[in-house]
């Protein structure tokens, strides 16, 4: 009968330590959620806090990931939007260029020119919200996020995790030990309790330690992440204001002279070509002086 409960004992063992292995194997990842009271309910709020931080923080890495993919498709864009720009404005120019010899009466190609040289200021200030967005929001997110800090502070959480899986599964072989020595007190028996309850010791003393430095750097990455990612969004959404103010200076001056070109073209007097000399001396006096202020010869 003894024998019996030996190996049944023994068979019990093999599988809790079956169960812990296979714990340990799904669970190194991440942080273990849980809400059994391993040790004592100081214990318990420990794990409370860091499991709280542990998703804290990895929330505040993802917001921060959401960020970066929209800096760089905001910069994908903007690319493309240069390229569109540049070639435009290049074309707005030829249009000029081609109509030079009388741009002053061609109002379309005096407009194209002026369109044309203004877009590359445009073009100009793209570039530097661009530039804004590398500097001041991808780098420094992109840096944090592959920092030691932030994978510092989640493996100190995950060996608490780990930690508190061993005390868990320590308690469950004290009970077991408790209950074997209350069928058969034998001094072998007891020295196993000891032995296991010295452990626990020891893993509640490691735990309290281990906890209290997670729980301090889980918390130090938390703030730096926050006041990061506020500082970042604020560096953008003042960057894209100053650009579209800027662009919006720039489209105002040049709907401005466009603009005057197009009165000053529709306020200008006709002019008649000349067919012989009478009418090249009547094309010459429309030049000078208003028709209102003069009346041909003859008349």
Request: aromatic content about 6%; proline content about 3%.
């Amino acid at each position: 009968m003894d024998a019996l409960r030996r190996q049944a004992s023994k068979l019990r063992e093999q599988v809790a330590k079956q169960q812990q292995a296979v714990i340990k194997q799904f669970s190194g990842s991440g942080y273990e959620s849980s809400d059994v009271v391993v040790i004592d309910e100081i214990e318990m709020q420990r794990h409370q806090q860091l499991d709280k931080l542990y998703r804290s923080t990895r929330s505040g890495r993802d917001f921060q990931k959401d960020v970066i993919k929209a800096a760089e498709a905001f910069t994908a864009i903007g690319y493309k939007h240069i390229e569109t720009g540049t070639k435009f404005s290049e074309e707005c120019c030829q249009c000029g260029t081609e109509n030079s010899e009388n741009i002053n009466e061609n109002i379309l190609a005096k407009a194209a020119a002026i369109y044309g040289d203004g877009r590359k200021h445009v073009d100009k200030e793209h570039e530097d919200l661009i530039k804004l967005l590398s500097q001041q929001v991808l780098d420094p997110l992109r840096a944090m996020i592959t920092g030691a800090s932030l994978e510092d502070a989640r493996h100190l959480a995950q060996r608490y995790s780990r930690m508190r899986q061993e005390a868990e599964a320590q308690a469950a072989e004290i009970s077991r030990r408790q209950a074997r020595i209350r069928e058969a007190p034998l001094p072998e028996n007891v020295a196993k309790l000891h032995a296991a309850e010295a452990r626990m010791q020891e893993l509640k003393a490691n735990m309290a330690v281990l906890g209290k430095e997670a729980a301090a750097a889980l918390a130090a990455v938390e703030a730096q992440q926050q006041r990061l990612t506020l500082q970042r969004l604020v560096a953008m959404v003042e960057g894209e204001k100053n650009y579209h103010l800027r662009v919006a200076a720039i489209l105002n001056e040049i709907e401005a002279e466009m603009v005057s070109e197009k009165q000053r073209k529709e306020s200008a007097p006709p002019v008649i070509a000349p067919e012989n000399g009478s009418d090249k001396t009547m094309y010459y006096l429309a030049e000078v002086f208003p028709l209102t202020y003069w009346t041909p010869l003859g008349a």
